[in-house]
C-alpha cells in the first residue's frame, strides 16, 4: 500500500511535543559508558560466529567544514585550515585497520557512508588513501552493487571532485542545501548559489550516480510559505530521487552557533505548520512519496522500493534499504551497530587522539540490548518504516501474548484510534493517513524508557 498523507492542522498541535527520532532504540540517551572498548570487542567477535553472517556497513566521519552553518546541530570542527585534516586522517587509517582485525576478512561491505562535518573538506589526494586504505581492510564490492554514499557540500567541490568520487566507488550523494533564497542563506552563514548546486547535481547523474538526494530545511529564519514554495519549484524541477525535509529546532543553550540567529527572524509556529503542508502539497503534487519521518522519495527509488517490499529500515543515516548489517562506526563520535549492541566513539578529537595513539578503540559508551529491548525496537522500526505491524507475526518471533505483554501500551493505543491517527485490533496496527506525519508519537508509547523518564530532551515531531 503505497504511503499517503494526509495534513490535519487541529491533530498536529495537539500531538506536536518533544520525542525521539527513533535512529536506534534504545535511543543514544541510553548509552552508558560501563560498556566499553572490551564489551564492543566481545560482539565484534561474536558477530562473526552468528549464523548466517551479517555482512557489513561502514559509516566514516569526518569532521570539519570550511564555515559554519548557525542552524548547524552536528559534531564538527569549523576552521579554514585544512591542514588539520592530516593529523585526524592518520588516526582514522589506524582505527580503520583495528576494526578490521576483529571481523571476518570474507564479510562484505555492502553499505558505506562518509558523513560529517563536510567529507568534502578533505584534499582529492587525502580521498584516496582514505578509500584505498579501507579497500587494504575491508572486503568492499567492485561491482557497484553496493550503497555508497557521500555527504557533499557543493561549496566545497571543484571541477573534477565529483568525477573522482565516482571513481573511488561511490554511487549515491547527498547534497546539502537547506534554501535557495539568498536572505534565508545569509541568515544561516550558508551562501551557496542555485548554479553551483545544481551543477553538482549534474555533474553526479553525467558520471552515473544512482541516486541524488538533496536536504532542505523548515523553520529557518526569513522563511515563509511563498518563500519556501519557489526554492521547491526549483528543486523540483531538477527531480532529485530523495529529499529530506528537516525540522529546524532552534535551541541555542544547546547548540552554540544557534546563538547567532536573531530569534525575531524565525517563522511563527503557524506559519511553520504552513510552511510544512505547502511542501508536503507540492512534494505530493510532483510524484514524491513520502517514506516517513521527514523523507520523500520517488516511486522507482530504492527507499519507496524497499518499503513497499517490507525491507525498509532505519538507522543513524536514516531511512536504509540495508536492515542485515553489522554497522562499524569510524572516526570521532560515530555510532556502530554490531550484534546486539550499539556503541558511540568519543566525541572530541583530542580525546580520539588520545585513544589511537594508545592503541585502543575509541569507544567511550553504548548499551547492550536487553530481550525487551529488541522486541519493542522490532515494533518501532516496523511502525516507523511501514505504517503497519503485523501482531500475530511480532507474537510468534518474540514468543509473546502481544496484548498481555503491551497491556499498558494497547490501552494508550485507544485515545489514537479515537483521534484518527492509527487503527488496530487482535491482527494489527495500522498508521492511517492522519497519523503519519505523527508516526514518532506512535512511537513512543512502545518506548519504555520514555516512560521511565520525562526528563530527556529532544526536537519537536513536527
Same mark, same amino acid.
Given at each position: 500500500?503505497?504511503?499517503?498523507?494526509? @495534513?490535519?492542522?487541529?491533530?498536529?498541535?495537539?500531538?506536536?511535543?518533544?520525542?525521539?527520532?527513533?535512529?536506534?532504540?534504545?535511543? !543514544?540517551?541510553?548509552?552508558?559508558?560501563?560498556?566499553?572498548?572490551?564489551?564492543?570487542?566481545?560482539?565484534?567477535?561474536? #558477530?562473526?560466529?552468528?549464523?548466517?553472517?551479517?555482512?557489513?556497513?561502514?559509516?566514516?566521519?569526518?569532521?570539519?567544514?570550511?564555515?559554519?552553518?548557525?542552524?548547524?546541530?552536528?559534531?564538527?570542527?569549523?576552521?579554514?585550515?585544512?591542514?588539520?585534516?592530516?593529523?585526524?586522517? !592518520?588516526?582514522?587509517?589506524?582505527?580503520?585497520?583495528? =576494526?578490521?582485525?576483529?571481523?571476518?576478512?570474507? *564479510?562484505?561491505?555492502? =553499505?558505506?557512508?562518509?558523513?560529517?562535518?563536510?567529507?568534502?573538506?578533505?584534499?582529492?589526494?587525502?580521498?584516496?588513501?582514505? %578509500?584505498?586504505?579501507?579497500?587494504?581492510?575491508?572486503?568492499?564490492?567492485?561491482?557497484?552493487?553496493?550503497?555508497?554514499?557521500?555527504?557533499?557540500? &557543493?561549496?566545497?567541490?571543484?571541477?573534477?571532485?565529483?568525477?573522482?568520487?565516482?571513481?573511488?566507488? @561511490?554511487?549515491? %550523494? #547527498?547534497?546539502?542545501?537547506?534554501?535557495?533564497?539568498?536572505?534565508?542563506?545569509?541568515?544561516?552563514?550558508?551562501? =551557496? #548559489?542555485?548554479?553551483?548546486?545544481?551543477?553538482?547535481?549534474?555533474?553526479?547523474?553525467?558520471?552515473?550516480?544512482?541516486?541524488?538526494?538533496?536536504?532542505?530545511?523548515?523553520?529557518? &529564519?526569513?522563511?515563509?510559505?511563498?518563500?519556501?514554495?519557489?526554492?521547491?519549484?526549483?528543486?523540483?524541477?531538477?527531480?532529485?530521487?530523495?529529499?529530506?525535509?528537516?525540522?529546524?529546532?532552534?535551541?541555542?543553550?544547546?547548540?552554540?552557533?544557534? *546563538?547567532?540567529?536573531?530569534?525575531?527572524?524565525?517563522?511563527? &509556529?503557524?506559519?511553520?505548520?504552513?510552511?510544512?503542508?505547502?511542501?508536503?502539497?507540492?512534494?505530493?503534487?510532483?510524484?514524491?512519496?513520502?517514506?516517513?519521518?521527514?523523507?520523500?522519495?520517488?516511486?522507482?527509488?530504492?527507499?519507496?522500493?524497499?518499503?513497499?517490499?517490507?525491507?525498509?529500515?532505519?538507522? @543513524?543515516?536514516?531511512?536504509?534499504?540495508?536492515?542485515?548489517?553489522?554497522?562499524?562506526?569510524?572516526? #570521532?563520535? !560515530?555510532?556502530?551497530?554490531?550484534?546486539?549492541?550499539?556503541?558511540?566513539?568519543?566525541?572530541?578529537?583530542?580525546?580520539?587522539?588520545?585513544?589511537?595513539?594508545?592503541?585502543?578503540?575509541?569507544? @567511550?559508551?553504548?548499551?547492550?540490548?536487553?530481550?525487551?529491548?529488541?522486541?519493542?525496537?522490532?515494533?518501532?522500526?516496523?511502525?516507523?518504516?511501514?505504517?503497519?505491524?503485523? /501482531? &500475530?507475526?511480532?507474537?510468534?518471533?518474540?514468543?509473546?501474548?502481544?496484548?498481555?505483554?503491551?497491556?499498558?501500551?494497547?490501552?494508550?493505543?485507544?485515545?489514537?484510534?479515537?483521534?484518527?491517527?492509527?487503527?488496530?485490533?487482535?491482527?494489527?496496527?495500522?498508521?492511517?493517513?492522519?497519523?503519519?506525519?505523527?508516526?514518532?508519537? /506512535?512511537? %513512543?508509547?512502545?518506548?519504555?524508557?520514555?516512560?521511565?523518564?520525562?526528563?530527556?530532551?529532544?526536537?519537536?515531531?513536527?
Amino acid at each position: 500500500m503505497q504511503p499517503t498523507l494526509i @495534513f490535519d492542522l487541529d491533530l498536529i498541535r495537539r500531538y506536536d511535543k518533544a520525542g525521539p527520532r527513533y535512529t536506534s532504540y534504545p535511543t !543514544a540517551v541510553q548509552f552508558h559508558e560501563s560498556f566499553n572498548e572490551t564489551r564492543y570487542r566481545e560482539y565484534a567477535q561474536q #558477530s562473526n560466529t552468528n549464523r548466517p553472517v551479517k555482512p557489513l556497513s561502514l559509516y566514516i566521519h569526518i569532521p570539519f567544514c570550511d564555515t559554519v552553518c548557525f542552524y548547524c546541530a552536528c559534531n564538527k570542527i569549523a576552521t579554514k585550515n585544512h591542514q588539520l585534516a592530516s593529523p585526524y586522517l !592518520a588516526r582514522l587509517h589506524r582505527e580503520i585497520a583495528m =576494526q578490521s582485525s576483529l571481523f571476518q576478512p570474507d *564479510r562484505p561491505v555492502v =553499505q558505506l557512508h562518509w558523513g560529517g562535518g563536510t567529507p568534502t573538506f578533505i584534499s582529492h589526494e587525502e580521498m584516496r588513501d582514505l %578509500m584505498r586504505v579501507t579497500r587494504q581492510h575491508f572486503q568492499l564490492l567492485d561491482n557497484d552493487q553496493g550503497e555508497y554514499s557521500i555527504e557533499i557540500d &557543493p561549496r566545497e567541490t571543484r571541477s573534477d571532485t565529483i568525477a573522482l568520487l565516482r571513481e573511488l566507488g @561511490f554511487n549515491r %550523494m #547527498s547534497l546539502g542545501v537547506q534554501d535557495l533564497d539568498p536572505q534565508v542563506q545569509t541568515a544561516v552563514n550558508r551562501l =551557496q #548559489s542555485e548554479e553551483l548546486t545544481f551543477g553538482v547535481l549534474e555533474s553526479a547523474r553525467r558520471e552515473g550516480f544512482k541516486s541524488v538526494s538533496i536536504d532542505l530545511i523548515y523553520g529557518l &529564519p526569513h522563511q515563509n510559505v511563498d518563500s519556501v514554495a519557489k526554492t521547491l519549484e526549483k528543486i523540483i524541477a531538477v527531480k532529485p530521487d530523495r529529499l529530506s525535509i528537516f525540522n529546524y529546532a532552534h535551541l541555542p543553550t544547546v547548540f552554540k552557533p544557534q *546563538r547567532r540567529i536573531n530569534v525575531a527572524d524565525l517563522p511563527t &509556529p503557524a506559519e511553520k505548520l504552513a510552511i510544512l503542508q505547502q511542501t508536503i502539497q507540492q512534494l505530493t503534487d510532483a510524484g514524491y512519496v513520502y517514506i516517513g519521518m521527514d523523507h520523500f522519495a520517488l516511486p522507482d527509488d530504492e527507499l519507496a522500493q524497499a518499503q513497499r517490499n517490507g525491507t525498509l529500515y532505519r538507522n @543513524f543515516q536514516g531511512y536504509s534499504t540495508h536492515a542485515n548489517c553489522d554497522l562499524i562506526g569510524l572516526g #570521532s563520535t !560515530a555510532i556502530s551497530k554490531v550484534g546486539d549492541s550499539y556503541s558511540q566513539n568519543v566525541k572530541r578529537v583530542d580525546e580520539y587522539y588520545k585513544c589511537i595513539d594508545a592503541e585502543q578503540l575509541p569507544v @567511550f559508551r553504548g548499551i547492550a540490548l536487553s530481550a525487551d529491548d529488541k522486541l519493542r525496537r522490532a515494533v518501532i522500526t516496523q511502525l516507523i518504516c511501514h505504517f503497519t505491524l503485523n /501482531i &500475530p507475526s511480532i507474537a510468534a518471533e518474540y514468543q509473546i501474548d502481544f496484548k498481555s505483554y503491551f497491556a499498558e501500551e494497547w490501552e494508550q493505543l485507544k485515545q489514537l484510534q479515537i483521534d484518527g491517527l492509527l487503527a488496530y485490533d487482535d491482527e494489527r496496527i495500522d498508521i492511517l493517513p492522519a497519523g503519519r506525519l505523527l508516526v514518532r508519537n /506512535i512511537c %513512543m508509547i512502545f518506548d519504555i524508557y520514555l516512560r521511565q523518564s520525562q526528563q530527556q530532551r529532544f526536537s519537536k515531531v513536527i
